[in-house]
């Protein structure tokens, strides 16, 4: 790419002359007719000027969507030499070429502030970025059949060949300001889990695998059935049983970007909106919790208090953060419907929406129905399959005499995988397979043996429940029966004197 300096000076005199031509115009003609005089001479310079003229802005539409071209055409600009690197960090001033099938464009960037006044508290806000790109006009076509099309198609190669995937979190709309602040902070993606990483059954992780790549690839097959480039999973499961790690894998296989919508800091459903729709596409966005993000726990958190203690049996901490959600929630289930069903007719294609929750059964179904969460996969308890994964990733073993004794003792018991890990992984240099496997028999037999435990105290407890029940409704029913037999005794002799009195009748009679 070379400076654009020689365009000028090759339209410089013909310029030069149409100045001169004004400016002599304007100085003898009569101020009455200067007007439509302007409006002629401007039609001749158009005419005149031989080149055509397109400008990419960085947000299109109602200001609220960042241009996917302008995004792409930094992309390819940045990488086609330094100068244009430059050229993007630069003041937006300089201007570059380069060459398209024999055939010279200009590109420049362009910043503009608004004119009109105002306090901006982010004077970001007051600026509008563009890419100008020019071209003789009898290259038109060229420009609009192929070169456009080139730019755009290798902008997104760049795109995703540099692509450093990204995590968002929602920030708080207070924290929002004009248009273009930032509704979404991002950190650098980079949890290491990925599918061989993932311990679950084997063939179910397979199935998920193909879906998943298959949906990636699925454009056109999308296109033709008329459907929305979308879909969704449900991921439930106990805690600890690799929901979030699912969906870390999902993202390392796609190479998609994750939001991580924190619904309760959404106020309401236009925000809700917006944030959608400032997502980009090839990203997963996932609601964690969402029976404690919204208020479709509004009927049954009633319930659950009268209830008892549903969630006692989860560990406190979480316990705890799930209910300070639940307070904070602000986005009902309508709303939060409408938003999904929005999204999949108002964003751009490639996209995976993905809910986990510990309590399936709360799931109101009108949420979790088929054409919104599309799949619905539960992460449970750790499986021989999910176990064998583990040991070659910790220890590095595909066998060894224990995995008869671990295979008997996980189908009897009931262990998450997230500890599994803890007791497979060394905890120290001096920790050899052996010590790890055993250790992990150690901790199953005693699982093994609490659970048993906790059946039989709880068979005990109830026992003695209902043996205390029975005590506190013996003399109940000891009065019952004494009660009983002296009600039947008065019915007894009422019926004798009910018998005299009609006797008594029907002697009067
Ligand atoms: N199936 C699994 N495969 C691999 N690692 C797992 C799996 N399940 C749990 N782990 C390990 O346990 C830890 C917790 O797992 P994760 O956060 O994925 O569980 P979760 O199901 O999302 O739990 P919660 O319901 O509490 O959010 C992770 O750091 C991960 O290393
Ligand atoms: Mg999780």
């Known amino acids: 790419m070379a400076m654009v300096g020689e365009m000028w000076s090759h339209l410089g005199s013909t310029m030069g002359t149409l100045m001169l031509v004004y400016t002599v115009f304007k100085q003898f003609f009569p101020h009455h007719l200067q007007g439509s005089f302007e409006k002629y001479f401007n039609r ?30 930094k992309s390819y600009l940045s990488d086609k030499s330094t100068a244009s690197a430059k050229l993007l960090s630069m003041d937006y001033n300089e201007e570059i070429t380069e060459e398209f099938q024999g055939v010279k464009i200009w590109w420049s960037a362009k910043r503009t502030l608004s004119k009109t006044p105002r306090i901006a508290i982010y004077p970001a806000d007051d600026e509008k970025k563009s890419y100008k790109l020019t071209v003789h006009k009898r290259h038109r076509e060229l420009i609009t059949q192929s070169y456009i099309s080139h730019v755009m198609k290798e902008g997104k190669e760049i795109e995703t060949r540099n692509r450093q995937r990204k995590l968002y979190s929602n920030n708080p709309s207070q924290d929002w300001d004009g248009y273009r602040s930032n509704k979404w902070s991002n950190v650098l993606f980079e949890h290491p889990a990925t599918f061989d990483t993932l311990a679950m059954d084997a063939k179910l992780k397979e199935e998920i695998k193909n879906d998943l790549i298959k949906f990636s690839k699925g454009k056109d097959y999308y296109a033709r059935i008329g459907k929305a480039w979308k879909c969704g999973y449900l991921l439930y499961g106990p805690p600890g049983t690799g929901k979030s790690s699912m969906i870390a894998a999902m993202a390392n296989l796609l190479n998609y970007d994750v ?91 490639e996209r995976i929406i993905v809910f986990t929750t510990n309590y399936v059964e709360k799931l109101d179904p009108a949420l979790i129905r088929r054409g919104r969460m599309d799949k619905h996969i539960e992460l449970s308890y750790c499986c021989f399959d999910a176990f064998k994964v583990f040991a070659k990733n910790y220890l590095e073993v595909d066998s060894h005499s224990l995995f008869g004794e671990i295979e008997s003792l996980l189908g009897e018991t009931n262990m998450t995988p997230a500890d599994v890990a803890e007791n497979l992984m060394p905890k120290s240099d001096y920790d050899d397979v052996e010590t790890c496997l055993k250790r992990l028999v150690e901790a199953l037999k005693d699982t093994k043996e609490e659970a048993k435990k906790k059946v039989e105290d709880e068979a005990r407890l109830m026992a003695e429940k209902e043996e205390e029940e029975k005590q506190r409704k013996k003399p109940e029913k000891e009065e019952k029966e004494q009660s009983g037999k002296d009600v039947k005794e008065v019915k007894e002799n009422g019926v004798a004197k009910v018998g005299e009195e009609v006797k008594e009748i029907g002697v009067t009679h």
């Open 259 to 349: 939001y991580d919508l924190e619904l309760t800091a959404v106020k309401e459903n236009t925000e809700l909106r917006r944030l959608l729709l400032d997502t980009s596409s090839k990203s997963i966005i996932v609601i964690e919790d969402i029976d404690c993000s919204i208020d479709l726990t509004g009927q049954r958190e009633k319930k659950t208090e009268k209830d008892g203690n549903e969630d006692e049996h989860s560990d406190p901490v979480t316990k705890r953060v799930k209910d300070k959600k639940k307070k904070n929630s602000k986005v009902t289930l309508s709303r939060l419907l409408n938003c999904i069903d929005g999204l999949w007719s108002f964003c751009g294609g």
């Open 44 to 73: 001749i310079v158009r005419y005149a000027y031989p080149y055509v003229e397109i400008t990419f802005d960085e947000f299109t539409g109602e200001r609220m969507k960042r241009s996917e071209a302008y995004s792409r055409i």
